[in-house]
Each structure stands twice: as C-alpha cells, then as structure tokens.
C-alpha cells in the first residue's frame, strides 16, 4: 500500500489517565485485523457491558417466569430508564425504552392522527426507513408528505432553518427531523427547526438516532414533542436498545406498534410490556454508562469531535476535495467526497465500500449524496488518525 505522507498530529483533547486510539481496542470484540470507521451504523459495545448482559440473560435463563413477571422486571426497567433519562437532562416517567430508532418513529406516526390533505413535512437529508414510514401512514390517510431541500454542503445552521420555514404551510400537522443526519452526518440546528415549527402550530418528532453519546444532550430543551435516540450506538449500549421521550401532553394518544397488556394504562406500562421479549438489552444500559463515564464522558465526546474534525480534513486534502459540513455542524461523525470520476450514484457507492472491504479491510460506509460520492467516517475511543491514513491510502490506490 502506498504511503502517504503524515501531516503534524493535532493536540486532540483526552479525558485525565485515558489514552485514546487503538490501544482501546482491546475493550471490544473487534477483530483485529480490521481498520473500523462505521460505528455510526450498529456501534460497538465494549466487553465489560456486554458481560453485564450476560449475566442478566444468566439470571434470566435459571428462572425466566420469576425475571420476566411484569411485577419484578418492570421496576428493574424503570431504574434503568431512570438512569438513562437523568443522563438525558429528563425524569424516568417520561422515558421509556425501544428496539431502536425506527421504532420510536413509528410508535409516533402510528398514533397520530392524519386527515386528507395533513402534510408531513420531511427533509432530503431523512433517513430512509424513516422516509417509509412516513409513506405508509400518509399514503392511507390521504396525506401529503412535503420535503425541504436542504443546503449541501450547508454553511451554517441558517439555511437549514430557513429551508424549514419556507416548506411549513397552513397544512403542515407534524414535522420530523434528524438531530444528527445519517447519511451526510450533519448536527441539524433541531431546537431552532423545532422553534420555527411550533410557532406555526405545528407538532415536532425528532429523530435522534445518532444523538445519545455523541452530543450534550438535554431532551426537554429540543423543544419537540417526542424524540427518539439509539443507545447501542454512541452510547455503547446492547444492539436493540433506544428510548423513546414525550412530553406529558406527546404521551396522552402515544401506543406502542404492539398493544399487548398494558393497553390505555399510561405511557410507561404500555411501552415496559409489548409481550415476551429479550430485555437485558435494556437492563445493561447502566453498565454502558458506568463505561461512558469511564471513557471521559464530556472529554470523550470533545476528543471524538476533535479526531473525525482532524482526520476529515486530513482526507480532504490528501483527496483534494470538501468536506461536508463547517466544523461547528459535526459530532463524531464526518462526511468528505471521494476523488476521481465515478457516478455519484448508490450502484457505485456500493461498489467502492465493497472493494474497500475486501481489498484493504477498511470498514466504512460510502454514500450517494447530490449526485457525488462521499465516505462516512466515524470517531469512536479505539481510532487514531493512523486509521484515516489507511483511508486515504487505499482509496487514492483504489
């Protein structure tokens, strides 16, 4: 592989007595010959939580009437949201927990109430299954779905919000956002689009897939409705693990997709219980706190922030193009378009992820956006800038 020459190592913030980058590595499962980027698709939990788990689905599997009883397992659920909600800036009775992110979603579009002629308002930046969704309870009750185009690459979180403002109108009934996009990996100004839209009357879900873990998040200041988040992404958490969070008024017509026993006793005992299912996932998420905070919690997440700023524009100009977002509208993940002449479409995505993966082992998501290529890239404790190297690396030989 060629090499490529390495620019001077930026001072990258770390928390007191952690070293971050590949020595980390050895907290997960990872194999080792793999130079990993996509954390931002399933995350990657570390082996102390998934021991903890373990240990639940021990505990489980020796007396599973006696763990699963809706009487005993429903306060160990409740601490655990509560945990979660207090990490959140929310209180526990107005958390609860999901699969994932796009089941949270759902639950909200499936108990809102749409009429002939409603509009949903989108963007062009929404995550696909989310779009679908959105398709299928529109398209029965006669609704629209409306899309705000919104700036790409953006200069500044003020486009964004008046692409918003321009796509609201008299029929707009629900709006629903991204707080960090898939796809472009773009930190949405979501409390501003959420302002804008109540102003206008109109209710506000935001999708935040990507949120817990990767930012400060505080959830009741996002000023929507309803928000969901994964938390088996940033957070380190089991995989099928996510919340769903509602406003005291959100909550009065919000049904799980599955009504089972706890069908019109309130929020909470309607989402603890949708039938037998595997919770451990759930229970683990203080042991994926106890090691969020272990990690540097704020140092963390200013050190991932750091390196994905870092190592975007190390691609950028090594390849000779953009980035795609201003510094102050990315997390932990970054998007930077690929050299040479490829159709920017989603046929050719695939075929230069899959040959970045067989060839050189390097794990991470290639993406069709305005009609160019662009690579994902993720920040996460086990990285160094060595690993984007590799990158740069093998696209400029591919």
């Known amino acids: 592989m060629n090499e490529i020459p390495s ?30 980027l996509n954390h931002g698709s399933f995350g990657l939990t570390p082996v102390t939580v998934l021991a903890a788990q373990e240990a639940f689905r021990t505990e489980m599997e020796r007396q599973p009437v006696q763990f699963l009883n809706r009487a005993a397992l429903q306060p160990r659920l409740r601490a655990a ?21 796009t089941t949270g979603v759902n639950a909200v579009l499936r108990s809102f109430a749409l009429k002939p002629g409603d509009e949903v308002l989108i963007t062009d930046h929404t995550y696909p299954a989310v779009r679908n969704a959105v398709r299928f309870v529109c398209s029965p009750a006669g609704a629209r779905i409306v899309e705000a185009r919104l700036p790409f690459p953006p200069e500044g979180p003020d486009g964004i919000v008046a692409a918003v403002r321009n796509a609201l109108t008299e029929r707009t009934r629900l709006a629903i956002f991204d707080l960090v996009s898939s796809g472009s990996a773009i930190v949405m100004p979501a409390t501003a689009m959420a302002r804008v839209c109540r102003d206008a009357g109109v209710r506000v879900l935001i999708d935040g897939a990507h949120g817990p873990g990767m930012l400060d998040l505080d959830l009741p200041a996002l000023q929507a409705d309803w928000v969901t988040g994964n938390a088996h992404k940033w957070l380190f958490a089991p995989r099928g693990c996510a919340l769903l969070w509602a406003t005291k008024e959100a909550q009065r017509d919000l049904h799980p997709t599955v009504i089972s026993h706890g069908f019109e006793q309130g929020f909470v005992n309607e989402f603890d219980w949708t039938g037998t299912r595997d919770p451990t996932a759930w229970l683990a998420v203080p042991a994926a706190l106890d090691f969020y905070r272990s990690m540097g919690d704020s140092a963390l997440r200013a050190r991932n922030h750091a390196l994905a700023i870092a190592a975007s524009e190390l691609l950028a100009q090594q390849w000779g193009t953009e980035t795609g977002a201003p510094a102050g509208m990315v997390a932990a993940m970054a998007v930077v378009r690929l050299p040479g002449g490829l159709p920017g479409t989603p046929v050719a995505a695939q075929a230069v992820h899959d040959r970045l993966w067989q060839k050189y082992h390097i794990e991470v998501p290639v993406m069709s956006i305005a009609q160019a290529l662009w690579v994902r890239i993720s920040a996460q404790i086990y990285n160094d800038l060595d690993d984007y190297r590799r990158l740069a690396a093998g696209v400029a030989e591919a």
């Open 7 to 36: 620019p001077a190592a930026p001072a990258l913030p770390g928390g007191i007595g952690i070293r971050y980058g590949r020595a980390l590595r050895s907290l997960f499962r990872l194999e080792e010959a793999t130079t990993f």
């Open 81 to 101: 949201a509560g945990q979660l909600a207090a990490f959140l800036g929310a209180a526990g009775e107005d958390l609860v927990f999901v699969d994932n992110a």
